[in-house]
């Protein structure tokens, strides 16, 4: 029996792993899984790598910026182009820090239009997948946020949590095929549920042969959700195509916020007992 | 065990390279996989198999919508690869590269055939093939470059010969 098992320990190892995943996936789409032993210690481990990671990204680009700008003064000797660099370096700095001064007074100005409060985070990692769109953020548990709550910019919907932990939470961002936020058309009214594809991008779906929506209108929250709060912009649509056969619009839309170019998110939740940090 | 977990180190930090510096390419490669599919051929011991699940899980922890999801696909990749290193008698670059061709075939069937069953997503099967295989043919082409660069940090490694390192 123990020689069996030396001998095929790696295939047996295998399968366990397997049956293993395969539980845990079951545990975790019935929301059983509610202590997972593994999950936070290797949160624990990623974690501050990639808030390191990311601080050597925001130099990098500071540098590149700053070596940009200093390429002006090439004619200059070695001595004042280190001193212009060092300078520059530290301008970039400075407007940095305006730059995310001036996106805080934003999140801080669209804070107090929203009925509940919100938590600002900043976003530390993306996903590790092509198949999942999602982004981790530096707050969890322990600043307040919750699993459901959603993640907002002044200029639009981000997506949702879909998961905590003690200090940073993951973000279901709604480019991902297994979103869903419950939308309006705002000059129409027209009702819709907004979902990434990996088809065609992010498309707003269910809404009938019937209904008015053109190229260019806008697409609010309807609130109806639960987790999101009324008229949010969700984005703009960019294709509207009545197929020959069904009963739906097949309609693609442009996301107003761009994750590329958020750095700094505010949670939200939609039932306004959120505490704010 | 001791050089799964050096492996598994390498493998933690390409989580972090997925997640942060190779974002910024249009489709993030997976070398995840291809560090999987080099533990599968040439270091197949339980510490690689328990340190596949357990890199497939870190990025369910990051990334997926669901739990379990990569660890499943991680585990099935280094059983195939398991058994099809049993038939394999020439070591190259065209070989590795096929083999991780081929892993990150079943990677991306595994992953459609599971997102199928637990999260029922529409629209999800026509997007699919095209990532399958973008993926496949961005991870074989990456794959013989992480294998020379793991077999040169091994070459290093038993040069170095640290004490108690190996078995």
């Known amino acids: 029996m123990l020689a069996f098992f030396r001998k095929y320990q790696i295939p047996l190892s295998c399968c366990f792993c397997i049956v293993l995943s395969l539980y845990i996936m079951t545990a975790a789409a019935r929301g059983q899984l509610k202590n997972d032993p593994i999950g936070p210690l290797l949160l624990w481990l990623i974690r501050p790598l990639q ?20 390429a002006g003064y090439k004619a200059e000797n070695e001595r004042l182009r280190k001193r ?18 001036q996106q805080l007074r934003h999140l801080l100005d669209f804070r107090s239009h929203l009925p509940a409060a919100g938590i600002t985070a900043s976003i530390i990692a993306n996903s590790a997948s092509n198949w999942f769109q999602s982004c981790s953020i530096d ?11 959603s993640v907002v910019t002044p200029l639009g919907v981000v997506g949702r949590v879909v998961d905590v932990a003690a200090r940073s939470a993951k973000v279901l961002l709604l480019t991902d095929p297994n979103s869903g936020i419950d939308v309006m058309v705002q000059r129409t009214r027209a009702r819709g549920i907004v979902s990434g594809s990996l088809e065609n991008g992010t498309v707003l779906k269910y809404i009938k042969r019937t209904e008015d929506v053109q190229v260019g209108d806008r697409l609010i929250t309807s609130g109806l959700d639960g987790v999101f709060l009324k008229g949010l ?16 619009q097949v309609i693609e839309v442009m996301p107003a916020v761009s994750l590329a170019r958020t750095e700094i998110v505010l949670v939200v939740s939609a039932e306004g007992r959120s505490a704010a940090k | 065990m001791k050089l799964s977990l050096l492996l ?47 890199l497939g899980y870190s990025v369910d922890v990051v990334s997926s919508p669901i739990l379990g999801i990569n660890a499943f696909a991680m585990s099935l990749v280094f059983l195939a690869v398991y058994f099809s290193s049993r038939s394999i008698w020439l ?12 892993a990150s075939l079943v990677k991306g069937v595994a992953l459609v055939l599971v997102s199928a069953i637990f999260l029922s997503t529409e629209g999800f099967w026509m997007g699919a093939l095209r990532y399958i295989l973008l993926e496949a043919l961005v991870a074989a082409l990456l794959a013989p470059f992480v294998f020379a660069l793991l077999r040169r940090g091994q070459t290093y490694l038993e040069k170095v010969q640290i004490p108690g390192l190996y078995y």
């Not at chain 1, 912009?233 to 739906?248: A, D, I, N, W, Y």
């Not at chain 2, 993030?28 to 357990?54: E, K, M, Q, R």
């Not at chain 2, 070591?91 to 081929?102: F, G, T």
Request: a neutral charge; aromatic letters at 8%; glycine letters at 8%.
């Open chain 1, 139 to 149: 707050k969890g548990t322990a600043d307040g946020v919750r699993k459901g709550m």
């Open chain 1, 84 to 101: 212009i660099l060092e300078l520059e370096m530290e301008r970039n700095r400075f407007l940095e820090a305006e730059a995310t001064n």
């Open chain 2, 8 to 54: 598994f180190a390498i493998g933690l930090l390409m989580v972090l390279l997925q997640t942060t510096f190779l974002h910024f390419f249009p489709l993030v490669p997976d070398l995840i996989l291809v560090l999987c599919v080099y533990w599968g051929l040439h270091h197949p011991t339980v510490g690689a198999v328990l340190a596949s699940f357990v």
């Open chain 1, 233 to 248: 912009m969700v984005g703009t649509v960019t294709k509207v195509r009545k197929e020959s056969l069904g009963l739906f």
């Open chain 1, 51 to 70: 808030i390191a990671a990311h601080s050597t990204t925001s130099w990098i680009k500071g540098l590149q910026e700053s070596h940009l700008t200093a």
């Open chain 2, 91 to 102: 070591h190259n670059h065209l070989v590795s590269a096929v083999v991780v061709l081929l």
